[in-house]
């Protein structure tokens, strides 16, 4: 499987240098399967450059193991960037995006992720550590290779390494943003074998049985990010903060307040899912408080 994956990245590299005349770029979220791509990279002994996007809402701990990364990488004389948010040209964050989208971000309107995360790569022939395995979505709409397209039913996909479909993708004269998959077929027990037997270090909050070190909150987490909110009530915070500045902006703008959202309290346990509805008082919440 190592083999297979750096034989995609050694194909990626030489088009990277063809088409693009940069190395490929890396983008490291801070976690097990970026560290995985990272350590490929090295050993297929590529030319590359890594990036990572800050979201404003990482754990603290992803923070800090990223930039031990980043410093890592440079002593090696690796480019490593870490990116930070911009939206409509000026610095933002999570908690300044909610207000701005006048909506909390929700499993099917992520864009915190357009914005905060998905920004890397224009131009650049990218590689990431997206795998099969991590839903069944990216089962159908992620290959090794593809050929990004703003027009999704454009986007060439390709799921096979044989010489036919490698000569379709170098040959391709679409435009688009190209992505190298290289472990899209491996299995979370592939990536931590691979991780343990070349030694890389890790998150740290895997080692604390974390199973995803994305954003703290994130809707996608669903029912996780209750211990996500237990380990970092500052985070929690400010999510209420924001959408009290949101309800503020909703008003000014006249939209309307089909929810009953009387407070960030409200939202925040609607967004929740914790079937809490505004005007109830959570019982359990005060008892913990009271406990503290
Ligand atoms: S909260 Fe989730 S959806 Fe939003 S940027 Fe972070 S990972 Fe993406």
Redesign the pocket.
Known sequence: MEQTAMERLHLASQMSLKLYKQPLLLTDSGGKDSAVICKLAENAGIPFEICHSH?T?DAPETVYHVRKRAKEYEEKGIKYTIILPTYQGKRTS?WDLIPKKLMP?TRIA????A???ETAGKDRFVVTGVRWAESTKRATTSGALEVQNSDRKKKLILNNDNEEDRQLFENCQMKGKRVCNPIIDWTDRDVWDYLTDQKVEVNPLYNEGFCRV??V?????RKNRYAEFARYPAYQRNYIRAFERMLEARKASGKANDMRWGTGEDVFHWWMEDGVLPGQVNIWEDYENALD
């Open positions: 979201t809402a999570m971000p992520r864009y915190c992720c914005v905060l995360k994305g954003c909150g994130c809707p996608v987490a």
